[in-house]
């Protein structure tokens, strides 16, 4: 339009060039024929998938004169590398290219002609072109666009939609975020079973599935009886293995850019690209308890949860590198048969694998540790401590974890001369205190320790940059608790800003029975709990009757505040990410404790079932019923969780009467009930039968009688095959 100035004949020959180039573009930019070459650079050619997803050409190290050829989505953010050749040597950024040979063998040269990486093909004579697909795969073709030769059968730490991995194939993460190849594989060991494993430069170990004495493959759901060692994921999401492996991503479906990674932490992920902002979440994961990763922390080291994994370097121990924790830590001592020693307790740790004794018949703890002493190569012990104990004398201290639940402890073995503190704390990469002395959590225990007069106890989940003075720190930093963001059953919550300008959300706890132990114990259990859709807690603290929880704040606020305000939320708006707060608090309340919230409920509606009412067991059916109300509230786009208290009169609440309404209009057949029951705000702008299906589930889930409402995972599959249509 912005060339309507041009005369009639300029105007025809503009459009002419124009269409010329554009058809010569369109034709040829995902392939590469025989004797064209593709050049580093800046502005250099590259090829590019026919529906934009991929493209192929130089990648550029950051911040280096080093390239990479390679394989990568078009519109992530950054960008994400899928293949690459040879990514153990990178090229020059001047002369180096990528040649399709007249022979039919893709030839990759650095600046100085040297070959650095080629195709291995038998049939090579025989290819004319290089084709980059929609799917991501790079591959020569000939007569007949016969595949003679593709990327996919050699992958570098990525695994793409309908590519396969098989017996002779095997992913390899990367190291420490760059791209040269890792330590991590994941591959088909020769029992059939997909495994993966930490091959490091002084320790090797498997660590997935899990290697512990009381595990198998087939308590696990894999067996090793096949022979086919074969694995893909489809366009939906849908990972198979022939080894019975089977999972789905959590936005099961099609249309979705997908890729599974062995990422550079050892971990396999499948990640879901958001096509509208280039971003990548994840949606599996092979291991929750990161810590389960073998050679994360590197020798000596130990990895704990804050709640979030993290290396430390035990009593006696320092980093060896403060920006590479797989170089583990180095001792601060000499290592010598004659000086004298002395053994430091870290409860709850454990050092995985490299025994040199392991005693599985009843041993007492003095017989482990004279069989330790007695050996200039022990180490140190770990000592289960159930009955007399098992004892596990170790010649190296790899795989360390610490987990407060595990009921042993390792015995590290130190000079006598070797000063530490009476209680010994772990060394983390950077440091956090307690509010005094006395309030030191000491490591590895289960329990907190009082100081003598204020009982002050702070339990640190994460890994904040400044200390928390428990109760009167988070008093300051909630402005004496000016600023309520909300309140529910279990108390009310209250933004903060803490000492490191982190801004948080305290939720001050209502009516806690439990003591001190057991609070503590349920918090540190939820605390280890990490998922992209739960609220995330960072830290709790108890001083007297005072109990806070500290989350991390979430800008958005609630839903409700969407719902039931003008600024509600469009049908198809999908650009927030759901998260569920106070995601286990319900434990950390006693139903039937005097004057409790559950004990006044008398016939309530809302979001809790009746069963909560009626003191009935509590099962899975009422998380369900909650759910429902969820689910009708967003249709109907009023609040139906009133609060009604059984007096002399029967009070009906909305959720009641849309419910007795929408059956009704079901049952009849009326051709409005859809438009009648749909959030009028929308103006009718919404998906029927999307709206339909919904109103279902909802219905059905807040069922009276729980046996008539569906089970979670029927409900995800309904909602599965509505996607899938």
Not at 71 to 87: C, E, G, L
Not at 127 to 154: E, H, K, M
Not at 174 to 194: E, M, P, Q, T
Request: with cysteine; charged share 20%.
């Amino acid at each position: 339009m912005r060339h309507h100035h041009l005369s009639t004949y300029s105007s025809l020959a503009f459009f002419i060039i124009f269409s010329l180039f554009h058809f010569s573009l369109s034709q040829n930019q995902n392939v590469l024929r025989k004797g064209s070459s593709l050049h580093v650079g800046s502005n250099a050619k590259v090829l590019v998938s026919p529906d934009k997803s991929y493209t192929c050409g130089f990648h550029a190290a950051e911040g280096t004169n080093a390239y990479y050829f390679a394989i990568w989505f078009t519109n992530s953010k950054p960008r994400t590398v899928v293949w690459m050749a040879n990514r153990n040597r990178p090229v020059n950024g001047r002369g180096s290219k990528l040649s399709l040979r007249s022979n039919g063998v893709i030839v990759l040269t650095d600046v100085d002609g040297t070959t650095v990486w080629q195709s291995n093909i038998t049939s090579s004579t025989y290819a004319t072109r290089a084709v980059l697909l929609n799917t991501g795969n790079l591959v020569l073709q000939g007569l007949n666009d016969t595949v003679l030769w593709q990327t996919f059968d050699i992958p570098t730490d990525t695994l793409l939609p309908s590519q396969q991995l098989t017996k002779d194939k095997r992913l390899v993460s990367s190291r420490n975020g760059g791209h040269a190849s890792g330590f991590y594989s994941l591959y088909f060991d020769s029992d059939n079973v997909l495994k993966m494993v930490f091959d490091g430069p002084d320790s090797s170990s498997l660590y997935w599935p899990s290697p512990d004495l009381l595990s198998n493959v087939f308590q696990q759901g894999r067996t090793n009886i096949n022979n086919t060692r074969i694995a893909v994921f489809d366009d939906n999401g849908r990972f198979d293995s022939s080894d019975s492996l089977q999972f789905n991503a959590t936005n099961f479906g099609l249309g979705i850019l997908r890729r599974l990674t062995l990422d550079y932490d050892g971990n396999l992920r499948l990640y879901s690209l958001n096509s509208a902002t280039g971003l990548w979440s994840v949606s599996w994961e092979a291991i929750r308890r990161k810590c389960d990763v073998r050679g994360l922390c590197g020798r000596n080291a130990i990895c704990v949860y804050t709640p979030e994994p993290r290396c430390a370097c035990p009593p006696g121990f320092e980093i060896n590198d403060p920006s590479d924790w797989t170089s583990g830590c180095k001792p601060r001592f000499k290592k010598t048969c004659t000086e004298h020693v002395k053994f430091v307790e870290l409860p709850g740790t454990d050092f995985y694998g490299y025994d040199l004794d392991v005693l599985l018949t009843p041993t007492s703890f003095n017989a482990c540790r004279e069989l330790c002493l007695k050996s200039c190569n022990c180490l140190g012990f770990s000592y289960r401590l159930t009955g007399e104990g098992f004892c596990f004398t170790k010649k190296g201290l790899f795989n360390g974890v610490q987990i407060r639940s595990f009921p042993a402890s390792i015995y590290l073995k130190l000079p006598v001369s070797l000063q530490i503190p009476d209680y010994p704390k772990l060394v983390f990469n950077s440091s956090f205190t307690c509010a005094s002395p006395e309030a030191t959590v000491l490591l590895g225990t289960t329990s907190m320790y009082d100081i003598t007069e204020k009982k002050v106890k702070w339990a640190y989940l994460y890994s904040f940059s400044g200390a928390i003075d428990g109760y009167k720190e988070l008093k300051k930093a909630t402005k004496n608790f000016k600023t309520e963001l909300g309140r529910g059953g279990s108390g009310a919550v209250y933004m903060g800003v803490l000492a490191d300008e982190r801004v948080v959300a305290v939720k001050r706890l209502a009516e806690m029975f439990q003591g001190d132990e057991e609070f503590l114990a349920e918090l540190s259990t939820i605390g280890r709990i990490s998922h992209m859709n739960l609220v995330r807690m960072w830290g709790f603290c108890s001083e007297g009757k005072h109990r806070l929880l500290v989350y991390e704040y979430v800008s958005n606020l609630s839903l409700d505040t969407h719902l039931f305000t003008s600024n509600f939320i469009g049908w198809k708006e999908s650009e927030f990410e759901p998260k569920i707060a106070d995601f286990g608090l319900a434990k950390l309340s006693k139903r039937g404790a005097p004057n409790s919230e559950f004990s006044r409920i008398r016939g309530t509606k809302g979001y809790m079932a009746p069963e909560w009412a009626l003191n009935l067991p509590i099962t899975a059916k009422v998380d369900v019923y909650s759910y429902g109300v969820v689910i009708l509230e967003m249709i109907k786009g009023i609040r139906l969780s009133n609060w009604v208290v059984d007096n002399d009169e029967v009070q009906e609440v909305e959720l009641t009467k849309l419910v007795r309404m929408m059956k009704s209009k079901i049952l009849d057949r009326e051709v409005s009930w859809l438009e009648d029951t749909v959030d009028q705000r929308l103006e009718g702008k919404f998906n029927r039968n999307e709206a339909e299906i919904l109103i279902k589930i909802g219905l059905a889930c807040v069922e009276e009688d729980r046996s008539r409402r569906p089970t979670m995972d029927s409900v995800v599959q309904t909602l599965l095959r509505q996607n899938e249509d």
